[in-house]
């Protein structure tokens, strides 16, 4: 299987260190979408307590021309804590956090799409909003092939992966059920799992969330997706049609509800 250099590395030499006691410091690692809108960026820095909540955790900054956020001339850019998790990676006390993205004129990023989605959500808390989110993902070797295919040639037709079970229809699996408890470790609001139509796909569901959190949930749980394949040695892709032909493509479908849709006869 074509996996990364880093994933064979000793984690049994790796965990001698991660038992070792922080002297009540906290690691806390900071998350945001970079500048395609699409990929995750993290730093992490100490903190000398552990936060009780979002607002104890400070502000940070980034160079924001190396994550296509900015030019080399005028590069700083602000990190601003919004929602705050258990860290499944570092463990307690440590903490992830999400992040909106802000200019050096303290102005939102183009891609900063939370603050336009904050404004909205404020306006209709009386509806409030329910949403539940089916993220679909492809694993794929290292190599851009998918997890588990023949290195020449295609696996055997859709039919039989689909909530399957067995080694012959499901590559993987490892990868899912260890996400799946890092985000319940994590406070993410993920609510199942399941094998895909074409072989190596998957997909989580987050939710029911209310207003906001639905995107700092997901947002997260896609970074926890990526960090436990960064384990695995594999990568998670989200892209609509990794595989051209007659291979099932992946989405992220999403449920949505009002207060008054989910009254007695509310939905008619």
Request: aromatic share 10%; net charge negative; with cysteine.
């Amino acid at each position: 299987m074509s996996v990364s250099h880093s994933s064979r590395l000793n984690k049994g030499v790796r965990d001698q260190y991660m038992k070792l006691p922080q002297g009540g410091m906290v690691q806390v690692t900071y998350v945001w979408i970079d500048g395609t809108g699409e990929g995750v960026r993290c730093k992490t820095k100490t903190l000398d307590h552990e936060p009780k909540s979002v607002e104890e955790v400070p502000e940070w900054n980034f160079d924001g021309s190396s994550t296509y956020q900015a030019e080399g001339s005028n590069s700083d850019m602000y990190l601003v804590p919004v929602q705050m998790f258990r860290d499944p990676f570092c463990l307690d006390p440590n903490k992830l956090v999400m992040c909106e993205v802000l200019k050096y004129n303290r102005k939102p990023a183009e891609t900063n799409l939370r603050h336009t989605c904050r404004r909205i959500m404020e306006k209709v808390t009386d509806h409030y909003p329910w949403f539940g989110m089916e993220q679909e993902y492809t694993l794929l070797g290292i190599n851009g092939h998918p997890y588990g295919w023949p290195e020449n040639g295609f696996p055997g037709p859709q039919g039989p992966y689909y909530c399957g079970v067995g080694a012959d229809k499901v590559y993987g699996r490892d990868i899912v059920e260890s996400h799946y408890k890092a985000c319940l470790y994590a406070g993410i609001k993920i609510c199942g799992t399941n094998a895909e139509v074409m072989p190596s796909q998957w997909e989580f569901q987050v939710g029911p969330c209310e207003g906001i959190d639905m995107g700092d949930h997901l947002w997260m749980a896609r970074f926890i997706l990526h960090r436990v394949c960064e384990d695995f040695g594999v990568v998670a892709t989200l892209d609509p049609k990794p595989m051209t032909g007659n291979w099932n493509g992946a989405g992220c479908h999403t449920n949505y509800s009002t207060e008054d849709m989910r009254k007695e006869g509310g939905l008619k």
